[in-house]
């Protein structure tokens, strides 16, 4: 599954260079299915053009794109931002459960 960032964010940015999905950003920002993986101009199931630039998920402190989270799963055994977080604020996304064969095909497809 997905992991998401609680409101007992306290914005310090640590996670956002750790994921190598590319799939955390400030809040605020705008964000890309391109930025960080190999997807340019394929369209995609998701209904997401992966150059456009989407709206932020949150205004006010870091999220994930869950489209973007593949748990770390094909590039380490461990979610990168659970452990470096200083506040335990990134937590599995129930909303958003995936298997592990899931989210390697994920990996696959961001990075193919
Ligand atoms: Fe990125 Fe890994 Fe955190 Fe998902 S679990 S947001 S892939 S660092
Ligand atoms: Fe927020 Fe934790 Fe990321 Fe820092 S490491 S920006 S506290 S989610």
Excluded at 50 to 79: A, H, L, M, R
Excluded at 91 to 108: A, G, P, R, S, Y
């Amino acid at each position: 599954m997905s992991i998401k960032i609680t409101t007992n964010c306290i914005n310090c940015g640590a996670c956002e260079p750790e994921c190598p999905n590319n799939a955390i950003y400030e809040g605020g920002k705008k964000w890309k299915m391109a930025d960080g993986t190999t997807l340019t101009n394929k369209k995609l199931s998701i209904n997401l053009d992966p150059t456009i630039s989407q709206n932020p998920k949150n205004e006010d402190i870091y999220f994930i794109v869950s489209e973007k989270c593949t748990e770390c799963i094909g590039f380490f055994s461990e979610p990168q931002c659970v452990i470096i977080c200083p506040v335990n604020c990134c937590v599995k996304d129930l909303k958003n459960i995936e298997t592990k064969e899931d989210l390697l095909k994920k990996k696959k497809f961001l990075h193919g």
